[in-house]
């Protein structure tokens, strides 16, 4: 069995970071990490093109400036796919869900899952569901709370 050396083994280093590189951009941090979605198969999501916020479920917190910074980055990569935001019959309602990480305060600025939910707004039925999961920083100087809603809607709409 023969040995690499020189430029063979310079490229296998190469490569390797490379890959370690491409994996690490694309999932969020911490250990069992990453991003999950489900849709359902028989919607048509070409034929709608218009979008509104509905107010996230009910929760034992609440953080409104994790509420609207989300907001902020899914409308930005939305318009950017072609859908407007409007209040006059959209054709589909956008909600946020999310929980701490356990025993973790609100003032830590560390979220365990994150759920971007859309549903049709005739009948409310959910057609979309995108989640994050694992130690997902929320504060502003961070930038991974952008990086996980860009990665959750990177799958929106499914092809």
Known sequence: MGTFKGKQRNALIAAVLLSILAMGGCATTGKDSGIKYSYDSKANFSERKSYTWAPSPAMYRKDPLLEA????????????????RTSDK??????????????????MYRVRTLNLNIHKTEGKELVWRGTAFGTIKTDAASGELKQTV???????PPN
């Open 69 to 84: 910074n989300v907001q902020t980055f899914a409308d930005q990569y939305l318009a950017q796919k072609g859908y407007i």
């Open 90 to 107: 959209p054709d589909l309602a956008l909600s946020i869900s999310y929980e701490f990480e356990i025993g973790i305060s609100e003032d």
């Open 150 to 156: 860009l990665g959750i809607l990177a799958s929106f």
